[in-house]
DNA sequence: TTTATTCTTGACTGTTTTACTTGGTTATTG
DNA sequence: CAATAACCAAGTAAAACAGTCAAGAATAAA
C-alpha cells in the first residue's frame, strides 16, 4: 500500500468521471482542464485504470471515458493500487529472501497494518463522495465555469 | 498523507525500539543489523523522529535511543509524519492558489479522506503491536540469533 | 468516404525523492 | 586517553514522479 500525489490524481479524475457519469462519455481534455492535471499523464493513468477494469474507452467523436461499473462497486483502494501498481511486498515476496526468518517478523507485522488501511480504503467507494449535496453543488458550478470558458473562448483558430 | 517504503522503516525501527525498551538504550548499528537498514539511512531518520520528541538520544559508550514517551503514547501516524515531513497540502496551501475555486473542491475532497486515514493511523499505537505474545515469542528469538551471531564473530580483528 | 475526434501506445526528459555512503564532530564511559 | 555511539553535513546512484512529444488506430459525423 503507497500512498501519493499519483494516487490522488487518479481519485481526483475517478471522482470527475464519477460526477459526469450520466452525461456520457468524459474526455480526458475536459479533466485535464477542470482538474489541472496534464493531459498526457492522465492517459497513463486512464491506462492503468482501464488494464484493471475501472474504466472504459470509448474512441471517436463524443467519446471519452465512462466507468466501467457503478460508483458504488468503485473503491478507492482500487484506483490507488491500480495506478501505484505495486503492491510493495517487502523485500521478501512472501517466501524468499528473508534469511534469517527473523525480519519476516517486521514484514508480517507491516503486512497486518497495510491489510488493515486497505481494508479501510476499500471500505470508501466513488458514490460515498458524489452523493453529497455540498459536492453536487459545487459540481454545477464547475460546469458553468467551463460552459463559460467555451463561450469566451469558443474555439481554437483554424 | 504519506505512505511509502521510508514510513515503513521508520515503524519498523521504532517497534524494535518498543521491544527492548526495558533493557535500556538500543543502539542504531544494532537495529542495523537486526532489521537489515542502513546504519546512516538510520541516523537520518531517527534525527527527524528526535526532534518531533518521539525517541530520546543517550550518547557514550552504553548508549543509543530509548523511547521519549510510553510505547501507548505514540501512534503510528506520528512516526509516519515526522519522517516524511512534508504534510503535502497540495497545490493551493489552504487559501492561496485555487484561482477557480474549482480546485479547492477536490481538494477537500481528499482532505477529508486523507484526515479520515490520519485518523485511522493515529489509533494504532506502539504497544498494541509489541504486547501480542506472537510478537515477543520472535522477538526473543531475534534476540538469540543476535547473541549467536555476537558468539561466532565476536568482536572485528583490531 | 473522407475527416475530425478521441482513445491508445511508446519513448523520452527533467525534477524530486529514496536509500545509501563518506567523513567527520561532539559527548560519555572506563 | 581511548573506545563508543550519538550527532551532523555533504554527496550520489537509482528510482519514482510529473510531464512532454509524436505517431497510430478506431469510430462517429460530415
Known amino acids: 500500500m503507497k500512498l501519493s500525489t499519483k494516487g490522488r490524481y ?19 481534455a475536459d ?15 486512464f491506462a492503468k485504470l482501464r488494464k484493471r477494469g475501472l474504466v472504459e474507452g470509448v474512441r471517436g467523436p463524443g467519446g471519452g471515458y465512462r466507468l466501467a461499473r457503478m460508483p458504488h462497486q468503485i473503491t478507492v483502494a482500487e484506483i490507488i493500487t491500480a495506478v501505484d501498481e505495486n503492491v510493495d511486498v517487502m523485500r521478501c515476496h512472501g517466501d524468499g529472501n528473508c534469511q534469517d526468518g527473523v525480519r519476516c517478523l517486521t514484514h508480517e507485522l507491516w503486512a497486518e497494518l497495510s491489510n488493515r488501511l486497505y481494508e479501510f480504503l476499500d471500505g ?3 458514490d ?3 452523493e453529497r449535496p455540498e459536492i453536487r453543488e459545487i459540481a454545477r458550478r464547475q460546469d458553468e465555469e467551463a460552459k463559460r470558458m467555451n463561450f469566451v473562448f469558443p474555439r481554437p483558430a483554424a
Open 124 to 126: 470508501i467507494t466513488l
Open 10 to 28: 487518479a481519485v481526483t479524475a475517478m471522482m470527475d468521471l464519477a460526477i459526469h457519469d450520466r452525461e456520457g462519455p468524459v474526455t480526458l
Open 31 to 45: 479533466i485535464s482542464q477542470t482538474q489541472g492535471i496534464s493531459l498526457s499523464y492522465l492517459e497513463q493513468l
Open 128 to 130: 460515498q463522495f458524489v
